[in-house]
């Protein structure tokens, strides 16, 4: 294929001598001679245009004012990928509030197709490496779901649970009953997943959520995790819950939930815990829960 040496026309560009419409002579000689090349016995040219939408307003006006004088040419196919209801707002941005975005939009795509939403737990079983527990995937999910995560974040949240170190998670099970060795795990397994969904899409929340100043998006979370209270379908369950919160076992364990959240919150986030007091067993249980959120995520 021939080649151009764009070095080179850049430089003749910065003629102080050219005036602007002869600068833009030079632009339009150059596309048109890339054009040209491209398009030999018969091919076509596709130049893809990505989020348009997230650029400068006068940028991105310049650029559709720009490329609309290549669109008639026979070989050559536009595809520009954007949120339209943004760019619509982008426009508006540079042309003034009452000004009709939607319709001046309308000037430059002969036809518009609009992807489906995205099924957000199709797509995280795409990227996510599956080497952790499934009931841990499920949280991880929950927290997707509770934040509606576009595909960026999820690929964002994907790569921070990645530098997690799960090898990290080893209670001390043994001097536990398996109702309480499963509630623990259960508990550090949905607050660090919604750590870092927090450190995903708002980092401002997540420190302070770590410092006691975030119980009211931390109780809306957990009361939408199917996950969690999927675990307390025994009684054995509920009632070691009611035990370790300090909470009347002959409390209908539906009408705890939200108190039972706040425990967790206040001995995870908010409550010191001094070491050197001797501890029963829901001070130890508490103790190793904060111990290991700490730990897995550096806090």
């Known amino acids: 294929m021939t080649s151009i040496n764009i070095n080179k026309f850049a430089e003749a560009l910065k003629d102080p001598k050219d005036s602007y419409a002869c600068k833009q002579d030079k632009v ?67 042309y003034g509030i009452n000004f ?70 080893k209670n001390d099970f043994y001097v536990w009953d398996s109702a309480t060795s499963g509630i623990c795990s259960n508990i550090e397994w949905l607050i660090i997943s919604f750590i870092i969904g927090l450190r995903t899409t708002n980092k401002e929340l997540e420190y302070s959520l770590i410092h006691g100043n975030e119980l009211k998006i931390f109780t809306e979370f957990v009361l939408s995790s199917e996950t969690f209270w999927g675990i307390f379908r025994f009684d054995n369950k509920q ?31 908010v409550n010191q815990i001094n070491e050197n007091e001797g501890l029963n067993e829901a001070g130890e249980f508490w103790h190793e829960i904060k ?3 700490n730990k897995s995520l550096y806090l």
């Open 28 to 94: 339009h000689s150059l596309i048109s001679k890339c054009i040209d090349i491209f398009t030999k016995n018969d091919q076509r040219l596709i130049i893809f245009i990505d989020e348009l939408d997230r650029c400068k307003p006068s940028f991105a006006v310049k650029l559709l004012e720009q490329i609309k004088h290549y669109f008639l040419i026979e070989n050559v196919t536009f595809v520009i990928s954007t949120n339209i209801e943004e760019l619509s707002k982008t426009i508006c941005k540079f």
């Open 100 to 169: 009709k975005g939607n319709k001046y939009l309308t000037r430059f795509f002969d036809l518009s197709l609009r992807l489906s939403k995205i099924d957000s737990n199709t797509y995280y079983s795409s990227l996510a490496s599956h080497n952790q527990s499934y009931i841990f995937e499920n949280y991880k999910r929950d927290v997707i779901n509770f934040f509606n995560m576009s595909m960026r974040s999820i690929g964002r949240y994907v790569i921070n649970n990645e530098l997690i170190d799960y090898s990290k998670f």
């Open 239 to 269: 009632n070691k819950m009611k035990e370790l919160c300090d909470i009347d076992k002959e409390k209908r364990f539906g009408d705890c939930k939200e108190k039972i959240i706040k425990v967790i919150y206040d001995k995870c986030f």
């Open 291 to 293: 111990n290991q959120i």
